[in-house]
């Protein structure tokens, strides 16, 4: 018969049933399985290369070349393909481009940014002869306890579903098959941050309505974009674990959104349905549980093979079932042109190029936020000290997912590739601004957090502070502190951290505050005491040279907080879009807003708005914004709203729209927005989307707070 599959005139589809058709059980059960390779000895991944193993994951450069040659000698010649981690560019390989992490990135609130850094990355990691890369995380960072807090784009699920669709564009470009172009991974699917306490895995509260109404929006607008693979989530959807959950896959991601691609589980899904989540007596039926709620690709549950193999031959489960399942590999193989090229080649020598790193170096600017000022910043002072554990520390820079952390944590590697620290670039940058820059660590992240007991740097820092005109000190968390299974009850600066400002401040010197974390810290005394605050987060390689720019001037802050920074672990959750009826609306010894809410920031000129109007018949709102300080810049205007009556709680605000707008100074823009009727949905208990008649407010300003919006009624 002849080759479809072989026919690169046939469509992905085609040849994909017709390369099943030809597959005995074994080949389809190799091929729905991902081994880890860097945790097995190499004549073991070329045994499983031999079976016709679907993927692997954690695989570099020539060890991928080797594999890949050797599954395009099986008998059916079905090519490999090999995932990996970039998840702030493509940092597991130490010559990459390492941008800010998703957290930080998501402070620029800029689309066309964040599609360019999907873009690099894409370019490194297929230039690398990976295929596939598991970003990005759609998961809401509502909980700041959680570990992974920083690889989310933040609170807010429209926030987060914009910025997920410019890096999957980014990704994937206009066809999986160019030279250039990745699969994207929208994960964790589902609601990984929701879990119980933040407690990494553990299970989620959520219902399916909440989920249709929070969480699932960003993953439906990734599904709509054509995002080529899923990845289930650990955790569980009311106590149903998402692995085995048919209604969460099957139902409402491949039915419901339509989605052709194939769906990976997270690492050890099937197993964990065993060992750890206890709904399954053996791998067999956490096989079979797995299979029937549709997962494709299994991620490193070795146990998968032997299991699918059995419950076939025992008639427990339908081959259609892994048909389904393969099909859907296979049909994405052949969209990304695998077996006609089975590497792509990227493009040779961009690892780190001008280009990139000046993508890099805009993303990172874009993603300051300026949280205080009293009038310190920019800068003049002639005498500056740098003070604290995190101005020079490029591994804290950094955060997580990166060659410092992956695949082991300190594994000993070296930066290969220009960085810059705050420092650095408070150092690179004096000349311009005649200052001179003297610098003490002061303390450790991680050290002693009683300052009489504080090391001889403490003591140094300070008195260094004392012969200064001004200090700028930057504090945070470091690598240890934050990822999978670092989830933090306590977010107050860990050391003597808060012990190293309150001496600093005592002496009555300007202090300006940086915070290189990865993720919102509770730092009231901080924000209250200090005279200017800066958030870098993990601003990635020129984090560093961003801040300095941004507190010597020479750029002029735009980023926006994608995330609200509670005052005290136990205020959490704090999330801006909340529903209504706390009586007294705060905690007897704690207010109940947050010490700084989703949207704010602050730059060196003011923005005023006026003149909102709302077309109601045609959803068209549109908002005069002025930029009255004497220098350029550019605002985030923010676009919510609220329903005054409806039939289930819904948020005191929901931001529906957002754009970054460049504005002059002292020039005025008129910003328009076309909404639509389905933003202002609810859903309903028996989880309909539904826009209800009645009153409504929208509304545009600055922030998420209501003294900086203006806003408009009216009814539906
Ligand atoms: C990890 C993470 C997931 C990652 C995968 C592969 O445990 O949960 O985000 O993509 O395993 O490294």
New binding site residues.
């Given amino acids: 018969m002849n080759e479809i599959y072989k026919d690169k005139t046939k469509s992905a589809n085609e040849r994909a049933k017709d390369l099943l058709s030809r597959m005995t059980v074994p080949e389809k059960a190799a091929q729905m399985l991902q081994l880890?390779y860097s945790k097995m000895p190499r004549e073991n991944a070329i045994s499983w290369a031999e079976k016709g193993l679907g993927s692997f994951?954690?695989v570099l450069g020539d060890d991928a070349r080797e594999l890949q040659q050797t599954a395009l000698k099986t008998r059916l010649g079905i090519p490999v393909i090999f995932?990996?981690?970039a998840?702030h560019g493509h940092g597991l390989n130490d010559t990459a481009t390492i941008f800010p992490s998703q957290l930080a990135a998501a402070c620029s609130w800029n689309r066309e940014l964040i599609e360019q850094m999907g873009r690099v990355t894409a370019r490194e990691v297929a230039t690398d002869g990976l295929h596939w890369t598991?970003?990005p995380?759609l998961c809401l960072g509502r909980d700041a306890r959680w570990g992974?807090v920083n690889?989310t784009f933040g609170e807010d699920p429209y926030l987060a579903g914009e910025l997920g669709v410019s890096i999957i564009k980014g990704y994937q470009g206009d066809s999986l098959s160019s030279e250039e172009s990745i699969l994207a991974?929208a994960?964790?699917y589902l609601g990984?941050g929701e879990a119980v306490g933040a407690r990494d895995s553990c299970d989620t509260e959520m219902t399916f309505r909440k989920a249709r109404e929070v969480f699932l929006p960003p993953f439906k607008k990734a599904a709509e974009a054509g995002c080529a693979t899923f990845?289930t989530a650990?955790g569980s959807i009311d106590s149903s674990p998402f692995t085995a959950s048919e209604k969460a896959l099957r139902h409402i991601l491949k039915d419901e959104f339509g989605f052709e691609g194939f769906v990976v589980t997270?690492?050890d899904n099937v197993t964990s349905l065993v060992t750890n989540q206890h709904v399954a007596a053996d791998m067999k039926e956490a096989t079979y549980l797995a299979v029937k709620a549709g997962n494709d690709m299994i991620?490193t549950s070795e146990g998968f093979y032997n299991a699918a193999i059995k419950l076939i031959e025992e008639k427990k489960l339908d081959e259609k079932l892994l048909d389904d399942a393969v099909l859907r590999i296979l049909r994405i193989k052949f969209q990304m042109g695998l077996f006609e090229q089975s590497e792509k080649k990227g493009k040779p020598g961009c690892f780190g190029c001008e280009e990139h790193l000046e993508i890099n170096k805009e993303l990172a600017r874009e993603s300051v936020v300026l949280l205080k000022n009293n009038g310190i910043l920019p800068i003049k002072s002639k005498r500056i000290a740098v003070i604290g554990p995190n101005a020079d520390d490029i591994r804290a820079q950094y955060g997580d997912w990166t060659y410092f952390t992956?695949p082991e944590p300190d594994n000993g590697s070296e930066p290969k590739r220009p960085y810059c620290t705050v420092l650095e670039g408070m150092r690179e940058l004096a000349g311009e601004y005649g200052a001179e820059i003297f610098y003490s660590k002061g303390c450790s992240v991680l050290g002693k957090d009683d300052a009489e007991l504080a090391d001889a740097d403490f003591k140094e820092a300070v008195k260094l502070a004392g012969e200064c005109d001004a200090v700028v000190l930057v504090v945070g968390d470091v690598i240890e502190q934050t990822g999978?299974t670092k989830d933090r009850a306590d977010l107050s600066l860990s050391g003597a951290q808060n012990a190293l400002f309150k001496q600093i401040k005592g002496l009555g010197k300007p202090v300006v505050t940086v915070l290189v974390s990865s993720k919102p810290l509770c730092i009231p005394e901080i924000a209250e005491d200090t005279d200017a605050l800066l958030i870098a987060f993990n601003g990635g390689m020129f984090g560093g040279l961003a801040a300095a720019e941004a507190i010597y001037g020479k750029i002029n802050p735009s980023g926006r907080l994608p995330i609200s920074f509670p005052r005290h672990s136990g205020q959490i959750p704090v999330y801006y879009n909340s529903l209504p009826g706390w009586h007294g609306g705060k905690y007897m010894d704690l207010p109940g807003e947050a010490l700084f809410t989703f949207g704010e920031g602050l730059a060196y000129t003011e923005y005023e708005y006026s003149g909102i109007e709302f077309d109601e018949k045609n959803f068209v709102l549109s908002v005069n914004v002025k930029n009255t300080g004497n220098m350029d810049g550019a605002e985030t205007v923010q676009v919510y709203y609220r329903d005054l009556v409806s039939s289930v709680l819904t948020p005191v605000l929901q931001l529906i729209a957002f754009e970054k707008v460049k504005i002059g100074a002292g020039e005025t823009k008129t910003v328009t927005f076309q909404l639509k009727k389905d933003d202002f949905a609810l859903v309903t208990p028996d989880e309909r989307r539904v826009v209800e008649p009645g009153a409504f407010e929208v509304m545009a300003g600055h922030c998420a707070k209501a003294e900086s919006l203006l806003k408009v009624e009216f009814v539906i």
């Fill in positions: 880890p994951l954690h995932g990996i981690d998840i598991f970003s995380v992974r690889e991974c994960k964790h990984y990845m650990y997270d690492w991620m992956h999978e």
